[in-house]
């Protein structure tokens, strides 16, 4: 059974920084590229970001609102993949979900989640 | 970038009903890369329907999807008490390739 659980969540002040990680288990993490998709209090679902698997170079992609601000890594070796997010500000506050690629379009297995509040 | 947009905001029926749920996009979507999914309160979202019309595995064939271009739809021939949730479109493309979601469509209980 695939399992994503995230940790690393929590108040920072705006301009701060925090790492999220995410523990994978349950499946080949070497071959499944990951993706973070985030949901504001309240709102809808915003996709983050993506790394492939490090047969495909390892490469990322983000979306605008982050892009220079967030970080995605991974660690095949721990099956764990990371956002390094920087520079926070108030429309950062989200629960962050760490979640499979499916077919490279979609997004497969989720996590439960981790909530990220940015303010003073 | 293309936007999606989801009617209607929400949608009351009784179990039994038929729910049929809109999802439109600003411009055509290549390859039918569209899908749903459904989101119960304080539960993570779950794939339902990809490349338009494919249910994902585990998934009752209560739950349908069509549609092309830039319009699609969701459809729930039987509505099950516990089908009451939020369901949200999302697309995949452009270059550099991004996804989007739509704004969602909440299903409750009439």
């Known amino acids: 059974e695939v399992q994503l659980v995230e940790s690393g969540g929590g108040l920072v002040k705006p301009g701060g920084s925090l790492r999220l990680s995410c523990a994978a288990s349950?499946?080949?993490?070497?071959?499944?590229?990951m993706n973070w998709v985030r949901q504001g209090p309240g709102k809808g679902l915003e996709w983050v970001g993506r790394i492939r698997r490090s047969v495909d170079g390892g490469t990322t992609e983000y979306a605008a609102p982050v892009k220079g601000r967030f970080t995605i890594s991974r660690d095949d070796s721990n099956t764990m993949v990371y956002l390094q997010m920087n520079s926070l500000k108030a429309e950062d506050t989200a629960v962050y979900y760490c979640?499979?690629?499916?077919?490279?379009?979609?997004?497969?297995?989720w996590g439960q989640g981790t909530l990220v509040t940015v303010s003073s | 970038e293309i936007v999606l947009t989801q009617s209607p905001d929400t949608l009351s029926l009784s179990p039994g009903e038929r729910a049929t749920l809109s999802c439109r996009a600003s411009q055509s979507i290549d390859n039918t890369y569209l899908a749903w999914y459904q989101q119960k309160p304080g539960q993570a979202p779950r794939l339902l329907i990809y490349s338009a019309y494919n249910r994902a595995t585990g998934i009752p064939d209560r739950f349908s999807g069509s549609g092309s271009g830039t319009d699609f739809t969701l459809t729930i021939s039987i509505v099950e008490p516990e089908d009451f949730a939020v369901y949200y479109c999302?697309?995949?493309?452009?270059?550099?390739?991004?996804?989007?979601f739509g704004p969602g469509t909440k299903v409750e209980i009439k």
């Open positions: 979640v499979t690629d499916f077919s490279r379009a979609y997004f497969g297995s």
């Open positions: 349950g499946f080949t993490f070497s071959d499944v590229w």
């Open positions: 999302q697309q995949f493309g452009g270059s550099p390739p991004s996804f989007t």
